[in-house]
């Protein structure tokens, strides 16, 4: 089990460019996330996804997109980067809902840095 | 609104030296709390999950207890490679949705 993987590791983006953020998990989740974390924060929670085609919005959405049309995948598209999305992104995926929350695991994070 | 705050922000510890990390958390109807570790350039990685208080649990020289307000994370006699950004969440608004504290960077030297 490769668990999350997220691809790519670094980038640097010009301010109006636009990318997306590949993740992948292998353990069959249902559930999954992305995250942001700033220097001294916490993680924020920027979209999440229950399932295959269905995506909520989390704290901090603005300026993002996601997707998921397979269990596996959740892209996470940055439209028009601006520098304030210079941060470090994280995916994370967890089983469903059960009598007690289940554990999140987390992918290695990619950088990202907006010129 | 659901919160939760570590402190200290940053602890410095000698090898050997006890000491613990406090997570305080206001979130209605708690249904558990998560410790993490995480190394510069890495994902954050689970530890614990303590879903009652009065639960504790334990690996190697970490031990998390849960009170009804707080949580703490002892670490006893600590190892530089225990040197790392501690973090704590708890669940908020289903789906097993996070909410995470800022985080504790320790740093344990010889």
């Known amino acids: 089990n490769a668990g999350v993987t997220q691809t790519p590791k670094f980038r640097i983006l010009k301010i109006g460019q636009s990318m997306t953020l590949q993740c992948t998990q292998d353990m069959n989740h249902n559930y999954m996330y992305w995250y942001r974390q700033d220097p001294g924060m916490g993680l924020k929670l920027i979209y999440y996804s229950v399932g295959a085609g269905i995506t909520d919005k989390g704290e901090v959405p603005n300026g993002y997109n996601v997707s998921r049309s397979t269990t596996e995948d959740f892209p996470l598209r940055l439209e028009l980067a601006a520098p304030s999305q210079t941060s470090v992104y994280f995916c994370?995926?967890?089983?469903?809902?059960?009598?007690?929350?289940?554990?999140?695991?987390f992918g290695p994070g990619t950088r990202l840095t907006v010129l | 609104e659901d919160q939760v705050t570590q402190s200290p922000e940053a602890l410095r510890l000698q090898e050997g030296e006890s000491s613990s990390l406090n997570c305080s958390y206001t979130v209605s109807g708690l249904r558990g709390l998560f410790w993490y570790r995480q190394d510069p350039g890495k994902g954050p990685e689970f530890l614990f999950t303590l879903y009652s208080a009065g639960e504790e649990k334990e690996k190697e020289r970490l031990k998390a207890t849960l009170t009804k307000k707080e949580s703490f994370l002892h670490i006893t006699a600590p190892k530089p490679e225990d040197s790392a950004t501690y973090l704590c969440?708890?669940?908020?608004?289903?789906?097993?949705?996070?909410?995470f504290g800022a985080g504790t960077r320790l740093a344990v030297h010889p």
């Open positions: 969440a708890a669940p908020s608004g289903g789906y097993n949705k996070l909410i």
């Open positions: 994370a995926s967890s089983y469903r809902d059960r009598v007690v929350p289940d554990t999140q695991y």
